[in-house]
């Protein structure tokens, strides 16, 4: 992970969440005065409230499907949660053609990016206790169904941001708040999940396009802001964004793969 650059690291990053950030337009065209009004409604609260903009969001995007008739209310369900034991199967099969790509996949669109997002926002933890704590801790807890825990880079990236504190030393707290949201959603899990069915497509595909087009601008600054690492990054996010797998392994572990050897070979060629 030292050894690949952070532009390469940004650009592939960018490419996992372009395809969510360009559900924006399809979503504006199907329904526009949904997608239209939470665009609209996005900038003013940035501009004005920025640390509540995503509350107003929500909140517009039940209230905006109610008024034009396209809110599903028979989706909603609200009941507490059903607690049940399903014990795990070991299956070598799995193993090796689930586990070995989703291993590839978490290390390259999650861990790595998450760790150069750190260092390009100057954070500098240990790498190795991270990636040993959050491994040691996906073992233990995969037969109760917790697998792939990692750094969680679109969560990672969205706490880093100066939206989250001004203050760099400060933002440890999105994180934390982040965390305890995740417990309660889990316990309102059935009301969560009810409460996204009633909203039509454009609208839940609209707001994960706005929470994620801070962290994606900030990424492609990042990647192409080097002129010497700019091809690089390119071409890392390029093939990201193709989003064609090989031997049943992302396009995003073949953009780092492709970006790391551009940037060697395009940093041998400036030392020549």
């Known amino acids: 992970m030292k050894w690949v650059p952070s532009h390469v690291a940004a650009a592939i990053l960018a490419g996992i969440l372009l395809k969510f950030v360009s559900a924006i ?96 926002n100057g954070y500098a933890p240990p790498t190795s206790p991270l990636i040993t704590t ?8 995969a037969p109760l169904g917790a697998f792939a825990i990692n750094l969680a880079a679109i969560t990672a990236a969205i706490c880093q941001t100066e939206d989250a504190d001004p203050d760099p030393a400060q933002r440890y707290k999105a994180a934390v708040a982040a965390g305890g949201f995740y417990i309660l959603m889990g316990l309102a899990g059935s009301l969560i999940v009810s409460l996204f069915m009633m909203m039509p497509q454009a609208a839940t595909a609209t707001l994960a396009g706005l929470a994620l087009l801070p962290v994606i601008t900030q990424n492609l600054q990042r990647a192409f802001s080097s002129t010497s690492g700019a091809y690089a990054a390119a071409i890392a996010f390029i093939v990201t964004v193709a989003d064609v797998s090989f031997f049943s392994i992302s396009s995003a572990f073949w953009g780092l793969l492709v970006g790391c050897v551009v940037a060697f070979l395009s940093e041998r060629t400036h030392r020549i």
Do not use: H
Request: charged share 5%.
């Open 134 to 141: 959050t491994g040691l801790a996906g073992l233990l807890l």
């Open 25 to 120: 337009l399809p979503a504006l065209i199907s329904f526009p005065i949904i997608a239209g009004g939470l665009i609209i409604i996005y900038f003013i609260c940035r501009a004005y409230t920025p640390r509540w903009v995503f509350l107003w969001l929500l909140l517009a995007a039940i209230t905006l499907p109610f008024f034009t008739g396209k809110l599903n209310e028979q989706s909603l369900m609200v009941e507490a949660p059903q607690w049940i034991w399903v014990w795990p199967d070991f299956s070598w099969p799995a193993l090796i053609g689930v586990g070995i790509p989703l291993f590839v996949v978490t290390m390259v669109s999650q861990n790595v990016p998450g760790v150069m997002m750190l260092r390009a």
